[in-house]
T-cell receptor
Framework: DAKTTQPPSMDCAEGRAANLPCNHS???????VYWYRQIHSQGPQYIIH???NNETNEMASLIITEDRKSSTLILPHATLRDTAVYYC???????????FGAGTILRVKS | GAVVSQHPSWVICKSGTSVKIECRSL??????MFWYRQFPKQSLMLMAT?????????EQGVEKDKFLINHASLTLSTLTVTSAHPEDSSFYIC?????????FGPGTRLTVT
């Protein structure tokens, strides 16, 4: 599975959009971009995933560049409860193990 | 959505004893289950992958005789930490995979005294 690079931490004001970047320059054609988050002392929570098209669900939007070498997770209206570690993971779809990197600590501040 | 439970949520045991952690998929059948370990302020590290009815596949550096994994049914996997030592104190997280996605349990906090 391709390696990902994320900033170690980011701050965001409550109510504003949080944009979390991820670089995955060695991604292969059959690899998806997955995003999970982990709130302190809990198991990871699935957020969203995509292959090459932009995706949106009730939690977030995922923007993938045309060359697929990077992506951005967007939380449109961040709340204090969105404070967590966000992990960007690249893998072949379905069933394969997830390899977690260091992730980005997002701190939402009032 | 699919729910994965872990039991116990936390456990304290004495050095030298063994402790068993259960991981259950509550509303779906899990073809594969994964076990992770997480030390404070670190990321999750995959320990092993288990498929129902077969032996687990351990990641490099994980002692299979120390961390015994049993995946007896499509809804239950267990991790037994044998002869636990203080350095085994950690947050243990399982995930269960159906044909489409992985779902994570809430984690088990193990403290070895």
């Amino acid at each position: 599975d391709a390696k990902t690079t994320q900033p170690p931490s980011m701050d965001c004001a409550e109510g504003r959009a949080a944009n979390l970047p991820c670089n995955h320059s060695t991604i292969s054609g059959n690899e998806y971009v997955y995003w999970y988050r982990q709130i302190h002392s809990q198991g990871p929570q699935y957020i969203i995933h995509g292959l090459k098209n932009n995706e949106t669900n009730e939690m977030a939007s995922l923007i993938i560049t045309e060359d697929r070498k990077s992506s951005t997770l967007i939380l449109p209206h961040a709340t204090l409860r969105d404070t967590a570690v966000y992990y960007c993971i690249v893998r072949v779809a379905y069933g394969n193990k997830l390899v977690f990197g260091a992730g980005t600590i997002l701190r939402v501040k009032s | 959505g699919a729910v994965v439970s872990q039991h116990p949520s936390w456990v304290i045991c004495k050095s030298g004893t063994s402790v068993k952690i259960e991981c259950r998929s509550l509303d779906f059948q899990a073809t594969t289950m994964f076990w992770y370990r997480q030390f404070p302020k670190q990321s999750l590290m995959l320990m092993a992958t288990s498929n129902e009815g077969s032996k687990a596949t351990y990641e490099q550096g994980v002692e299979k005789d120390k961390f015994l994994i049993n995946h007896a049914s499509l809804t239950l996997s267990t991790l037994t930490v044998t002869s636990a030592h203080p350095e085994d104190s950690s947050f243990y997280i399982c995930s269960a995979s159906d044909a489409y996605e992985q779902y994570f349990g809430p984690g088990t906090r193990l403290t070895v005294t």
